[in-house]
């Protein structure tokens, strides 16, 4: 909150390695009243282009930046007031904001990931928020805890949430064993253990879908619910062209082509992301890694472990979100599912819909995640 | 990847992780333990600049310091290759290359093709160049373009620290002889570099900045000067593709073309002298296969055709500058073609 009834929006941190965006555009007029949630400035990064969303209801009296300028995380983007504050209390504010200074309570905290030891293998994760019941974040296939950079925080408003890097990926350790599905399920169980966590909240995407789902199958004591967004295992189908492109490309060109199926829109994909999914690729051990996972995974072209008829049997509330333009994993596999079992389909997005959609699918985490409590 | 180091600890955390897992490589040199027979590291200097620190404690008699005998421990060191062992030899100056010269282009670089593909030669030849460090003409040269010159030999030149890592792993790897060029200068620079161990391919050259006016191509330090001029340029809402070669031999000329498909303007920046380098090299590249894709003439930026000067004025008057890559990007976007200077007057 700030003081005499102005409320600040400033640059979020989005992801480990943030520093700065770059304002895009504007996308709500000065003198407009929005309201929580409502996206006000579209943000550029270095990975990726996101919305910042307002923090509190009121009339957005004050764009401070403008399209092209480069704030740094915690710089001022604009001012919401009260029709009462004056213009001049407004140029005050501006004038004596610091990011990071005592009159700016909301500077984002440097993120620094850690490490676990589970059964010899080295688990990277990240822990954002206090209390609450904790909820746990599952990356998919060749991805990393990084896939959740716009919902982390957002998600992390009322508990505390972990995003994880599974065996074989990110900064975990490389060696996989058979790279099944259980030795992933295993792995997720076993580091909850080594973390103390009590029951958790699980949200996964696409290959962590099916691990948040195994995990709930064999562990419903562990799990207080399940979101699977455009999940693996509930159907056969699956764009095996894109498993197998993604483990053999070694080169940008080769790789950026799978990368932009992931989402509706191609141009999503920026040169970072390219960049460090090569990055992580070239790591010793992920090519031998990634390919155990997906031949473990993918067998005669479709998906080998499939929970569909086991949802029935699910104990944790569960919901799957999936977006209409998924090239990945078809939205029909959302369609049919056990009656309890809540779906949402965003139409307009692909696979990677939490980054493409950060909000509504932030919202549909948040208040689903609020019931299941 | 948070953690940064400095372009000089990448090139030894490269050495120390290949050695640590494959006893197969070993290191050879002048001074490269700097004080073998010693107790350990407190006496080892670990090289001149002190880029093989530590290794010597680490690794012992696999840390092989020599006489100043360029050909008979280059040599040594590609007949322990044919014979098994991962050599890493280093020449401690690419300057001093014409002592040992027979030893690369007439038997390293041809042993394969000479023996029927029989041979293999996994030698790799650290080399440091680059001017800027007063050390006068006969240890400031940049000689890629000489070694490049030759079939069999591969030719790996690092702007960063994290490609610094990864094309020596890469480079010990490699099953033919690689000559891996070291600028001095960029010893201190900074960046993030993975703590595990990751290879950067050879023949991908790297796009540092993307922009569709005029396309830099560049190597090694001069890479950093070409971004400091891409920023320059972009206050004038110029934008500059800034393109890093990262090897020279293999070379990525598929990326350069795509580039320059786009732009139509070219700039090549490369602190060697200017005759037959890899300047020329790319420039003649570009006007055979992208002819019609030039707006204006390609510009080279690079040293005078003279030795490196020991004097500290002349020297930096000898190397390019940021200020000269503008100006030489300015020329390629002014230019106007005969046809239309003749149709205005």
Sequence with gaps: MGSDGIQKLTMPKWGLSMTHGKVIEWLVPEGAEILAGTEVIEVETEKITGAVEAQFDGTLRRHVVSAGQDVPIGGLLAITADLSVSDEQIDRFVEDFLPGSATDESAPAELVSEYAEVEGRRIRYLKQGQGGRPAVLIHGFAGSLDNWLFNHAPLAKQRSVYALDLPGHGQSSKDVGEGSLEMLIGTLHDWLQVLELPPVHLVGHSLGGAVALGMALQYPDRVLSCTLIASAALGPEIDVDYIEGVVEAHRRKQLKPWLERLFADPKRVTRQLVDDLLKFKRLDGVREALGRIAENFIVNGVQAVIFRSQLDQLRPPTQVIWGGQDQIIPPSHAVGLPDLVVVEKLEDCGHMLQMEAAREVNQLVLSFLEKAD | ?345
Aim: proline share 5%; hydrophobic share 45%.
């Design chain 2, 1 to 345: 990847m948070a953690r940064r180091l400095s372009f000089q600890q990448a090139i030894n955390e490269a050495l120390d992780q290949e050695m640590a897992r494959d006893e197969n490589v070993i290191l050879i040199g002048e001074d490269v333990a700097g004080g073998q027979g010693t107790e350990g590291d407190m006496d080892a200097w670990g090289g001149v600049l002190g880029v093989t620190k530590g290794l010597y404690a680490k690794y012992g008699d696999r840390v092989m310091d020599t006489p100043i005998s360029e050909s008979a421990f280059i040599g040594a060191a590609i007949g322990a290759a044919t014979a098994g062992l991962r050599p890493v030899v280093e020449l401690m100056f690419n300057d001093f290359l014409g002592v040992c010269f027979d030893q690369i282009f007439n038997q390293a670089a041809k042993f394969r093709y000479m023996f029927g593909g029989k041979v293999e030669t996994p030698v790799v030849i650290r080399t440091m160049i680059g001017s800027g460090f007063r050390a006068a003409a006969q240890h400031s040269q940049s000689l890629y373009s000489i070694f490049t010159h030759i079939p069999g030999l591969k030719c790996v030149v690092p702007a960063t620290p994290y490609d610094a890592k990864g094309l020596l792993i890469e480079a010990i790897r490699d099953n033919d002889p690689v000559v891996f060029f070291e600028h001095k200068k960029l010893y201190p620079l900074e960046g993030e570099v993975p703590e595990e161990l990751y290879t950067v391919p050879f023949g991908e050259a790297e796009i540092v900045r993307e922009g569709e006016d005029v396309t830099i191509i560049t190597l090694a330090e001069m890479v950093h000067e070409s971004l400091k001029a891409a920023e320059l340029l972009a206050q004038d809402g110029v934008e500059c593709e800034v393109i890093d070669l990262r090897t020279t031999s293999p070379l990525d000329q598929e990326t350069l073309l795509d580039s320059v498909a786009v732009t139509g303007r070219v700039v090549v920046v490369d602190e060697a002298n200017p005759r037959c380098s890899m300047a020329t090299d790319i420039s003649a590249l570009i006007a055979q296969h992208a002819f019609g894709a030039l707006k204006a003439p390609i510009q080279m930026v690079t040293a005078p055709h003279t030795p490196v000067p020991f004097a500290d004025n002349l020297e930096d008057l000898y190397k390019p500058n940021a200020e000269n890559i503008v100006s030489a990007v300015r020329k390629v976007l002014e230019y106007q073609s005969w046809e239309a200077t003749a149709s205005k007057n």
